[in-house]
């Protein structure tokens, strides 16, 4: 139980403070002693919550014309996600969404996290590609790229992605449901951490507040490296 908690500390803290890389710190922190069927409900289950209180807290940022769109895009991209996860080799799927995030992570500290130009066409391919990333392993950094890329701070950042993570929760907490997947088990682990992620996830909140809006973008691109370093070193 020491690391369940443990995980659930660090996983929900970086969560308040940057807004995503929960389910990459805590899948890789219990990964070495648990198995992923025993880890996915549960992180989704403490996610789920999480992304509904930051999406309210953050709901005046939130840019309805791109959020929307981006939901509609991942959910169509979780059909295909859960395809190739039966019939493409998993492994490889990782290392390549780890590489397209290290180097756009480093690509916008390089430039020192400008704001792009949206891009619909891109829009679309990064949707779909984080719908697919989300319904094989639950992960949003490629998203988080995207996003870091296209608002104006992290406020607007982390309305728009926990808005778009609350829609794909969602859609998996019923499909985990149905499938049988998120047991009693589960959902008794999940209540049991649940005072800790929220605890955890306050003092992330307030420690985005102390923190400059430059060194909290900093923050994120950091974050975005080393999640993609993350999915790499996982899946070798």
């Known amino acids: 139980m020491f690391w ?3 995980a659930t500390i660090i996983a929900f803290f970086v969560k308040g403070l940057c807004g995503f890389a929960n389910t990459l710190v805590f899948t890789t922190m219990l990964s070495f002693g648990q ?3 025993a880890i996915s409900p549960v992180e989704l289950l403490l996610g789920y919550p999480s992304n509904a209180i930051l999406t309210w807290k953050e709901r005046r940022s939130i ?5 929307l769109p981006l939901c509609a895009l991942v959910l169509a991209g979780c059909l295909p996600g859960a395809f190739l996860l039966k019939s493409v080799d998993a492994r490889a799927i990782k290392i ?3 590489v397209v995030i290290v180097l756009i992570a480093l690509e916008m500290l ?4 400008a704001k792009s130009r949206q891009s619909r066409w891109v829009m ?4 779909i590609l984080s719908g697919m990333l989300c319904g094989l ?3 949003g950094a490629l998203l988080g790229a995207y996003l870091s890329r296209v608002t104006d701070d992290t406020h607007a950042f982390k309305g728009n992605l926990c808005m778009v993570f609350f829609v794909e929760n969602t859609f998996r907490v019923i499909l985990y449901i149905a499938s049988g997947i ?19 996830l306050w003092l992330g909140m307030k420690a985005g507040h102390i923190i400059n809006e430059k060194t909290a973008k900093k923050i994120v691109l950091v974050m975005l490296l080393v999640s993609g370093i993350a999915l790499i070193i996982n899946s070798l």
């Open 35 to 37: 198995n992923n069927l």
């Open 4 to 6: 369940w908690i443990a």
């Open 182 to 200: 998120i047991t009693f088990a589960a959902f008794k682990q999940a209540l049991l951490l649940a005072p800790v992620m929220l605890a955890s």
């Open 124 to 127: 679309l391919l990064i949707g």
């Open 110 to 113: 390089f430039r020192n996290g």
């Open 96 to 98: 390549f969404f780890g």
């Open 63 to 67: 840019d309805w014309k791109m959020c």
């Open 137 to 139: 392993f639950g992960v």
